[in-house]
Structure formats: C-alpha cells, structure tokens
C-alpha cells in the first residue's frame, strides 16, 4: 500500500498455480496454468493516468508457461539450457461489451501478453584445481529474451499492466505493484526512449514498454565452490532495448553494454551480486567513462 494525507494506492489479490512435470518429449519438461487477481484502489493516485486517478480496478489473468530445463547445479551453472515459453490472458471484455466506446480500459485491464526465455551453459576448456576443488572451470552462458504485449481492441490503449520495465539492476520500485516485468540492463539507468541516442541519467521512467527484446553473453569463472559458499567473477556483454508498438518495433536497434561482476551465494544470505556496466551508447561527445558507467548490486535472485 501507498499513502499520504491526500492520496492513497492500496492493492489486494490472490494467485493460485498448478503445475506439472512432463514425460513428454523427455523428462525435462514442466507445464505451469496460473490464476492471478489483483484488486487496486485508488483515491487521488495518479499512477495509471491522469483520465483515471480514483477508483477501483480488477486485473485478472491466467497464465500458461511451458518450461524444458535441463541446467546443471543452479547455484552456478556449468552446463545444460534452459527454455521457457509462456502466455498470459485477460477476458476480452471490450470485444463483449455492450456499452461501446465508453468502455473503461483501466476499470477492467485486457491484454494478452507473450514471453519467450533461453538461455545456454557451455563450459569451456578442462577443469582446474586440484582436490576438492578441481572443479574450476570457464562456463559461458548466453541467452536472449523476448516479450510482447498485445490488445484485443486496436481503438483502446495498451494496458497500463503487466508491461516491461528495462534498464538499471532489475531492481522493482513503487510501480512493480502494476505487475511490469522487470528486466536489468546494466550500464544503463530505467529508460522510457527506444531511441539509443537518448539515454537520460534517471532512476526511473514514467511509462515502460509494450516490447523488449535482450540479448546476452557471459563468461564465467568460479573462484570458490565448496558447499559452504560460492563465488564466481563474471565478465558481460548484453545488448537490449523496448518500443511501444510492433510499427517502431526494431530488433537490431538496441542498447548495448560491456563490463564485469562477481556474484556470491552464501547460505545465510543467499545471493549477493555486485556489477560494474559501461553503457557503450551512452558516452558523451567528448568520450568520458565516467558519463557512460553505472555501479549496480542485486540481492536474493539472479535478474532477467
């Protein structure tokens, strides 16, 4: 819940999910069907839009996911893929009902809304170390991701749910209670523009996308992995950015980013990453690092 004297943001819901493993194709497969309901009460918040800053609004959704993963030690992953497919939907309520134009987008959300994850482990080189610990190894994971957002209705505006907020460590912030996918981009701060030319130095944006596409590649290599602790030092290259409608909707224009990280995964903790980006679309004229790095951290989960 979000309060002050004058306005107030309050949201209540409930999500309930089945799932399944498959034996078909092979054992790796998993199928997951979710029911979501989120109820948001607002009173002088304009955090949706200016047209709708009081009321009630009713997000409801199921969702059907289809994941293959065959990684190997989640902790730090040596070899294996993993994929991941999924759809999420909302009854097309505009296109049912009976009071036309007037229908109220924010009141009752519609949207459909389609991901697509994969990543890759390949361990490069023989192991080093001796003992216990000739286990050290070289791994390079890569991975693209995807998602898109559609409507039912061309005359109404995307949902103000469920999009995809791109940029900064993947942390969430205030609007993560709208449901956006939080996809990081180090290097880069939260960015609203599909132009990589424009790359304001900002915390947060006042819309997200309705697509993002991200392309990654990492080289790994662990520095301590007995069962008490891991630790493993990392070096990136990641390229991503979002549009809001499949007519901007370019794959090859993207912002791009280089830089390097360690990650340590201690069981009182969990995990605990520490990041250092250059954002390479983001230098100045005159060329200075300072203008184009970002120092980021992430806590409890490795971010999309």
Request: proline share 7%.
């Amino acid at each position: 819940k979000a309060r002050s004297d004058t306005n107030y943001l309050s949201t209540s819901g409930i999500s309930v999910a089945f799932g399944k493993q498959l034996k078909w194709p092979d054992d790796y497969f998993n199928f997951v069907f979710t029911f979501n309901f989120t109820r948001y009460k607002l009173s002088n918040y304009p955090i949706f839009s200016s047209d709708f800053t009081s009321g009630v609004s009713n997000n409801v959704s199921i969702k059907l996911a289809i994941q293959r993963s065959s990684v190997f030690n989640p902790i730090f992953p040596t070899s294996g893929s993993n994929f991941m497919g999924s759809v999420q939907l909302t009854p097309p309520y505009s296109l049912v009902s009976t009071t036309g134009a007037s229908y109220n987008a924010y009141k009752r959300p519609e949207y459909h809304k389609w991901r697509f994850n994969a990543e890759w482990y390949v361990p490069i080189g023989k192991p080093l170390g001796s003992g216990t610990e000739k286990n050290k190894q070289f791994v390079l994971k890569l991975a693209a991701k995807y998602g898109f957002m559609g409507r039912y209705n061309k005359d109404l505006p995307y949902s103000p749910f469920e999009r995809f907020q791109v940029g900064d460590a993947g942390l969430t912030n205030n609007f993560g209670l709208l449901g956006y996918d939080i996809v990081a981009h180090r290097g880069y701060p939260v960015y609203q523009n599909s132009d990589p030319t424009i790359n304001p130095d900002q915390q947060s944006a006042s819309q997200f996308f309705t697509i993002f596409n991200k392309y990654q590649l990492e080289a790994r290599f662990p520095l301590v992995t007995n069962p008490s602790s891991t630790i493993y030092g990392l070096a990136f290259y990641e390229a991503a950015n979002g549009w809001y409608s499949f007519k901007e909707w370019n794959p090859f224009r993207l912002r791009r980013a280089v830089g390097v990280g360690v990650r340590f995964f201690l069981p009182m903790f969990g995990l605990l990453g520490f990041d250092y980006g250059i954002g390479l679309d983001r230098f100045t004229p005159n060329g200075r690092m300072r203008d184009a790095s970002r120092f980021t951290f992430m806590l409890g989960y490795e971010p999309e």
